[in-house]
């Protein structure tokens, strides 16, 4: 009878602690599951706004009822900053349905009255105006006006000039569209007195406002005398751009009665241009410590048309030529659709023998054509056996070793 009474209490306390155990294995399982944070994606990075709901300050209950949802938006300032994080499933994805709603409610918000104002605001009535009264052959040909005033000084028998300002200059540097004018200034015939204004940096309109004082000119000869006002724009690499130019007789002109303002039309100057195959612009340096020439191309002009469309892609090809063999050869960009193409990129060459007795330099100006084969638009070599510029250019940078030299050179036939 001990036997079976002391198996059944055992049976008993088993059977009391395996529902323990089990009961507890579920609660363990039940707490984790309810402290578990869902693992939220991460959206983006905005500084000062923290992208987890519970760090926001207005909670919303998952399941919130759409009445809610629309006083809280509707409450909401328009330019506020809202982020709807808390609409996220426990994977921490958005539902697929948020973005078309939000996209449809933006276009319909977007009316096409609100396309119509904002290209309104893109263009102003006053540059439309100016559009559409300038044709582009006008605009080349409107240099600008130059403001001036002429004074006599009877007590010091000196004459005053006055450069106040210029007006609707065109832009000389293509990359800027601006240009930095400064005015040279002369008076003829004699060309004994020659004055310039200071360089006005990145304007159109420069407000010069110099008083230039001429001594010793008597009253009498002022009829027989004509100011010659060129307008130029600063170029620091190479010679300065000619803008126009003013001439003004002094004949039949009274300064007996005080200051007399006056304004001109600035005029085109007659520069003489390359003929037929444009010019470049190449500076050179020739290092002879470490025995290497740096050459850099930076400008070329008045390229001709040798596209049909009449537009070229030009691009330079520098041949380094040691004894009548080519040694290195590199080339620049291809510069789309321009006449006046602005390179500025620097190749150095590693001379292989001392001094540049046996070295020249070959520059080829080719069109890209990407259907055909390039065309040669012009050429240029520089050496010691080179004529002309080509020749001058290189015997100054002989001569002054480590000094940066810039010159223009025109092209000759390819």
């Known amino acids: ?42 959206v983006h990075v905005l500084k000062g706004v923290d992208i987890y709901p519970e760090n926001l300050n207005s909670k919303k209950k998952f399941g919130a009822d759409d009445k809610s949802e629309a006083k809280n938006k509707s409450a909401m300032p328009k330019n506020s900053l809202h982020l709807d994080l808390e609409k996220r499933d426990l994977n921490g994805n958005f539902p697929k349905t948020t973005p078309k709603i939000q996209s449809s409610l933006d276009l319909e918000n977007l009316s096409p009255k609100h396309f119509a104002e904002r290209k309104k605001d893109s263009v102003s009535p006053d540059s439309l105006k100016s559009i559409t009264s300038l044709s582009s052959e006008d605009k080349q040909d409107k240099l600008g006006t130059l403001f001036f005033s002429l004074e006599y ?13 210029a007006r609707g200059l065109p832009a000389m540097d293509e990359q800027s569209m601006t240009s930095d004018p400064y005015i040279k200034m002369t008076i003829l015939p004699e060309k004994k007195h020659k004055v310039k204004t200071r360089v006005l940096r990145k304007t159109l309109d420069p407000a010069f406002d110099e008083t230039f004082t001429f001594y010793g000119i008597p009253y009498s000869q002022i009829q027989d005398l004509t100011l010659h006002f060129m307008i130029l724009s600063f170029d620091r690499f190479s010679r300065d751009d000619v803008i126009g130019e003013v001439l003004i007789p002094l004949t039949g002109i009274e300064l007996s009665e005080g200051r007399l303002l006056m304004d001109r039309e600035i005029i085109k100057r007659n520069v003489r241009k390359s003929s037929g195959h444009g010019e470049l612009l190449i500076s050179l340096c020739y290092q002879s410590t470490t025995n290497t020439l740096t050459v850099v191309v930076l400008k070329a002009r008045h390229l001709p048309k040798s ?10 090809k520098v041949n380094l030529y ?13 510069k789309k659709c321009t006449p006046n193409a602005v390179f500025n990129e620097l190749f150095v060459f590693d001379i292989p023998c001392e001094g540049l007795d046996d070295i020249s330099i070959e ?17 240029l070599t520089l050496g010691s056996s080179a004529e002309g510029t080509g020749g001058e250019h290189w015997k100054e940078i002989c001569e002054y070793p480590r000094r940066q030299i810039a010159k223009w050179h025109m092209l000759c036939d390819g």
């Open 1 to 42: 009878d001990e036997i079976p009474t002391v198996v059944g209490i055992f049976s008993a306390f088993g059977l009391v602690f395996s529902v323990s155990l089990f009961a507890w294995i579920c609660c363990q399982r039940k707490s984790s599951k309810s402290n578990k944070t869902p693992p939220y994606k991460f």
């Open 153 to 165: 000084n009877f007590e010091k028998k000196a004459f005053v000039v006055n450069i106040k300002e």
């Open 307 to 316: 596209d049909v469309s009449g537009l070229s892609d030009p691009y330079v």
């Open 322 to 334: 040691h004894a009548k063999k080519r040694i290195s050869k590199k080339k620049t960009h291809v």
């Open 363 to 379: 520059f080829l100006v080719l069109d890209s054509d990407r259907g055909s084969r390039n065309e040669v638009i012009g050429r």
